[in-house]
């Protein structure tokens, strides 16, 4: 029905879609999986018709279509339902599917009504079309937008992220309607990086990865019984084959019997489980995980930018618990966000006091609480010569510089001085090859330098690579920790697909 | 220097022209007006010396929401803050003046001024620090209540029983802010100035003046860098209002003598413009607040004598501040290689 010909988007720095070659059919519950970053919203865009294609095309039924707005996509009868409600809460269900209407007449509530009534019965839900939006839960306010797109004549459904924000029976609700849909010839794709959903909901599966499609799993065999081996198939997919794991071996762990030098004693962050977690001298202790399980919050807190419920946190067996972010920083406590732009830089500012910012009012740049710009200005040229930072001066504006030297930036802020842990959050996400490459190896060094490296890191490869233990992280608790070796990638996999049953 | 000539002289000029023609369809005569202004507010010892002594509050109150707006807290309260000050301070300064030597009444009432606008922001401050509450919000409705405050205040508390008029007792001329050497221009003229570069290193040399503008460019970053925020922003307030305050202690010590009941004269909003023209720069703003000056005494003249309303002056203003903003929209968009 609708099929993408070497569909290529480019954003600057990025490829977010690579020549994607993807057919949907009619009455087929298409899912497309993949992990933060791997360009499934871009694709949506290109398909809602919020972005064009850069190169390649889309047919549609054959023809070629270009879709230079959303109301062109809707015309060509492709519907969108977005993750977050695009409804008007104040409204009535009726009223809501009546906006977009001409706006000179008058709405046809009645006949609105009538209509959705017939889809509905069709559909197997039931809406009363006088609720008001605001009222009705959130899987409900999906069925309307549903309905909405229904009414307005799509064939072609697209459900992105729709069950990120549902309770699991409403979600399993949703996965029944769309089987429904399916069954009335429609064609659906539904967008998700839930395992578990893609197997139950879906006929076809189509797995992205860095904008490529890393493989598909055809009707066939999600008609079969080994979902066990399926899922294992997906996280290779989704995560990286085991071909590619050429990484170098990682370094020999440190020497076993001394005391740690990070250490989490039943950490509770949010409404957790507590954690524990050991790391020495030189070790490299990676956290997998699919994104958004918990990792920022156990980073922040081990950092002391958000309270931690209870526990102990120890550096060097001293419990920083009570500690405040500036207290642990100097302490040898170093935490390299993952939020360059938002929370680690502040764009208009120097390079030179982005350097500074966890060392303010500090000797020798400041005395008495006044600015010394003699010994900011060398120390911040002895850094940028130190990691390689590329920028015309040490005065420049951070927000200037490519993501990877503002990554630069960061690392030398945080590795400097009486470093003791460093925290480090998705370090190469957005950075291209050869930053990625850079980033690595100072993190090896860091190890090698006697720091103890707590790695969080969405890219199972990069673990991998890096790492001396791997543990998983999911819905906020580390559930397994495996030495790293030959058969790590397959018992992290495993550990991943677990989950995901 | 085109870049100047085009963003700041030219707008001056068209700013001049469009208001003359304002005046022309007003039936007064552009020329005559604009003669007075300059002649009255700048050529003539007593008008040079009055617009340099109505600098002082202005410049009080632009260092005061440099300091705010630099920490990216938006402290519109202070009017409530400058009036009550004023209000306290005028009635206790002609009590304190009996006992007290003159320049510990005058330390003292600064002092109280300061600390009167400070105590006045702490509730927007409580909720901005810990709620999280839009202090835009919150320090206009302290403006309101502390302008009526200060009304019944004068009306029903401090009104000088020997006057009809509802008004606080005078404050001798001889116990007032001395004079600078042999002018008539009020040392409250020096307290701004001084103040005002005080402020302006604070802001930009400090590791203090840092945290608030860090503060101000990214909470996120400030937390992440393991600042204190709310704290800071309490500071922030607290620093901002105060000298609010000591804008209303400098304008009773040295130029009003009292308070007169319903008078406010609302620099805040007038002087909001002006520190954006300056870039929240305090040395830039010192000359704009001078040419703001020379508009208003000069103006006053201009009005009375060719029977123009005494708000003319704010139509100059407006017209002038609305055209700069044009031309550094235009100018802007120009380096930006976008359309103009």
Known sequence: MLSLQGVTKRYPGVVANDRLFIDFAAGEVHVLLGENGAGKSTLVALLSGLQTPDQGFILLNGARQVMKNPAQALRHGIGTVYQHSMLVPSLSVAENIALGGAWWRRPDLPGIAARMATICQDIGVTLDPAAIVGTLSLGEQQQVEIIRALLRGSRFLILDEATGMLTPNAAQELGALMRRLAQRGLAVLFITHKLREALAFGDR????????????????????????????????????????????????????????????IALAVAHAPPIDLAISAGEIFGIAGIDGNGQKQFAEALAGQSPAQGGHILLDGQDLAALTVGERHKKGLRYVTDDRLGEGTIGSFPISLNLLFKNLADRPFWRHGIEQPAPIHAYAEQQVAAFDIR??????????????????????????????????????????????????????????????????????????????????????????????????????????????? | MSRIVLTAFLPFIAAIILSGLVLWLLGANPV????????????????????????????????????????????????????????????????????????????????????????????????????????????????????????????????????????????????????????????????????????????????????????????????????????????????????????????????????????????????????????????????????????????????????????????VMATLLILLGVSETLDQRRRNGGPG
């Open chain 1, 205 to 264: 599966i189509s797995v992205l990865r860095h904008g490529r499609l890393a493989g598909q799993i055809s009707p066939e065999r999600l008609a079969g019984t080994d979902h066990g081996q399926i899922s294992a198939d997906i996280v290779h997919l989704m995560f990286g084959s085991a071909q590619s794991a050429a990484g170098p071996a990682p370094v020999p762990a440190a020497k076993a019997g001394d005391s740690p030098v990070l250490q989490a």
């Open chain 2, 32 to 315: 005559a007006y604009y003669t007075i202004v300059v002649q009255r507010g700048l050529f003539s010892t007593g008008g040079l010396q009055a617009s340099a002594t109505h600098m002082a509050a202005p410049l009080l109150i632009g260092a005061s929401l440099i300091v705010a707006f630099r920490a990216g807290i938006w402290n519109l309260g202070g009017d409530g803050q400058f009036l009550l000050a004023a209000v306290v301070v005028a009635a206790a300064a002609p009590n304190l003046a009996g006992i007290l030597p003159r320049w510990a009444t005058l330390s003292l009432c600064l002092a109280l001024g300061a600390a009167v606008g400070a105590a006045w922001s702490v509730l927007p401050a409580l909720l901005k620090a810990y709620q999280g509450v839009n202090e835009i919000i919150t320090t206009l409705m302290m403006t309101f209540l502390g302008v009526s405050l200060a009304n019944v205040l004068v009306k029903l508390v401090f009104a000088d029983p020997h006057t009809t008029v509802p008004q606080t007792r005078t404050l001798p001329v001889a116990d007032r802010l001395p004079h600078v050497f042999h002018t008539t221009i009020s040392s409250g003229l020096l307290v701004g100035v001084i103040t005002i570069i005080l402020v302006q290193l604070v802001m930009a040399r400090t590791a203090f003046g840092l945290k608030l503008r860090m503060v101000g460019a990214s909470q996120k970053a400030a937390l992440h860098a393991g600042l204190p925020v709310p704290r800071l922003i309490f500071s922030v307030f607290g620093l901002s209002a105060a000298l609010a305050g000591l804008a209303g202690a400098v304008d009773i010590l040295g130029v009003q003598g009292n308070v007169r009941a319903d008078w406010n004269p609302a620099y805040t909003l007038t002087v909001v413009p002006l520190v954006f023209l300056a870039r929240l720069n305090g040395f830039a703003a010192i000359p704009l607040m001078f040419l703001f000056a020379i508009l208003s005494i000069g103006g006053e003249s201009a009005a009375r004598r060719l029977g123009v309303p005494n708000q003319f002056t704010l139509v």
């Open chain 1, 391 to 501: 920028t015309p001066s040490v005065d420049t504006p951070i927000g200037k510089l490519s993501g990877g030297n503002i990554q630069k930036v960061l690392l030398a802020r945080e590795l400097s001085g009486p470093a003791r842990a460093v925290i480090f959050a998705k370090p190469t996400n957005g950075l291209d090859v050869q930053n990625t490459i850079a980033t690595r190896q100072r993190i090896r060094a860091a190890a090698s330098g006697g720091l103890a490296i707590l790695l969080i890191s969405t890219d199972l490869d990069e673990i991998l690579e890096l790492s001396h233990r791997i543990a998983v992280m999911a819905g906020g608790r580390l559930v397994g920790v495996v030495e790293n070796g030959p058969d790590a990638r397959r018992e992290v996999g495993e550990m991943m697909s677990g989950l995901a049953e």
